[in-house]
């Protein structure tokens, strides 16, 4: 049998159901192998994209004087825009995408035309390289890092979780949208902000609580796969006391105990995943392969993971379905 948990533990309900599973059966438990972490995303180093400078050399930017472009590329050129984070520098050709236009315009007036198409092939350039400044702002970003990484689970989660994530999740996809499509305006202070809002996410420590509740439901399978192994629970007139005791068994320390919050962890894995992975779909082409198979490996743990609870009614519906099902005759 397995060892009660202590009453402020968010394993004390499913210790205490598969303890009742184990009686009311008479059979042993597969002890559940709880995981303490969840697959690590690669570091933001590993993941950062490299992506090309422009052929901007510094005689055409001083012929760029009497653009406002020139004060962009100055601010790009120097040591705090050489050293800025990638969000700063995704800001920063947002700016210059931005200025372009009207620079180019004043260069045709003037009759300097040769700068004018060197300018207007940097923009294009530079359009281009969106999904990868993008990604290395957000996707491959310390702040996304932080959202992935799970923090001390406890029986409060995931009620204490806060909406602040979620619309940001919601916010950085709708200006990476607008960004691919042509309009390029920001609010560097919004955005850095939303950066924020997504680092005290709980990606991760979704992700560690599907992972744990999965373990215990896997544990929970194992007893009436075990007691399945023998044939029917209940064979014509013969009725064993298990399939009266089972079903109260399951409402009062399955249904009622684990099943609210189940529910939940599903509403919030709705809440979370979907945005994330739109915002992957948007910049796939970009995405790095490191990142791909981090990608995958996370896809796969968390669809797998959230539907335990589903699949560990089946299970009981099936080894109570001789004995009339979970509700009893």
């Given at each position: 049998m397995l060892a009660a948990c202590d009453a402020s533990d968010h394993n004390q309900p499913f210790a205490t159901y598969l303890a009742r599973l184990?009686?009311?059966?008479?059979?042993?438990?597969?002890?559940?192998?709880?995981?303490?972490?969840?697959?690590?995303?690669?570091?933001?180093?590993?993941?950062?994209?490299?992506?090309?400078?422009?052929?901007?050399?510094?005689?055409?930017?001083?012929?760029?004087?009497?653009?406002?472009?020139?004060?962009?590329?100055?601010?790009?050129?120097?040591?705090?825009?050489?050293?800025?984070?990638?969000?700063?520098?995704?800001?920063?050709?947002?700016?210059?995408?931005?200025?372009?236009?009207?620079?180019?315009?004043?260069?045709?007036?003037?009759?300097?035309?040769?700068?004018?198409?060197?300018?207007?092939?940097?923009?294009?350039?530079?359009?281009?390289?969106?999904?990868?400044?993008?990604?290395?702002?957000?996707?491959?970003?310390?702040?996304?890092?932080?959202?992935?990484?799970?923090?001390?689970?406890?029986?409060?989660y995931p009620d204490s979780t806060s909406s602040a994530p979620v619309a940001a999740l919601a916010s950085v996809n709708a200006l990476a949208s607008r960004w691919l499509a042509g309009d390029y305006a920001a609010d560097n202070r919004e955005f850095e902000l939303l950066l924020y809002d997504l680092s005290i996410g709980d990606g991760g420590t979704l992700w560690l609580a599907l992972d744990q509740q999965a373990a215990w439901l896997d544990a929970a399978n194992s007893v009436l796969a075990t007691y399945a192994a023998n044939g029917p629970m209940c064979r014509g007139q013969i009725r064993p006391e298990a399939a009266d005791i089972l079903p109260a068994v399951v409402k009062r320390f399955f249904i009622q105990d684990i099943q609210p919050r189940a529910a939940k962890l599903g509403q919030r894995y709705h809440q979370l995943l979907p945005p994330v992975q739109a915002l992957e779909t948007l910049l796939e082409d970009a995405l790095p392969d490191n990142y791909r198979s981090w990608q995958r490996r996370r896809d796969q743990d968390l669809e797998n993971y959230r539907d335990a609870p589903r699949f560990h009614v089946r299970q009981l519906q099936t080894l109570l379905g001789s004995c009339g099902g979970i509700n009893g005759n």
């Open positions: 184990e009686r009311t059966l008479d059979r042993p438990a597969t002890q559940p192998h709880l995981a303490v972490s969840t697959p690590r995303r690669p570091r933001t180093g590993q993941l950062r994209i490299a992506v090309p400078a422009d052929d901007l050399d510094v005689l055409d930017f001083m012929d760029l004087r009497g653009c406002t472009l020139q004060e962009t590329i100055g601010k790009r050129n120097s040591v705090l825009g050489r050293h800025a984070r990638d969000s700063q520098r995704l800001l920063l050709e947002l700016e210059f995408l931005r200025r372009a236009p009207a620079c180019i315009e004043m260069l045709r007036r003037d009759g300097d035309n040769a700068l004018a198409e060197q300018l207007t092939r940097n923009m294009a350039t530079k359009h281009e390289q969106l999904p990868a400044r993008i990604f290395n702002a957000t996707l491959g970003n310390d702040e996304y890092a932080r959202f992935w990484r799970p923090a001390t689970l406890s029986r409060q």
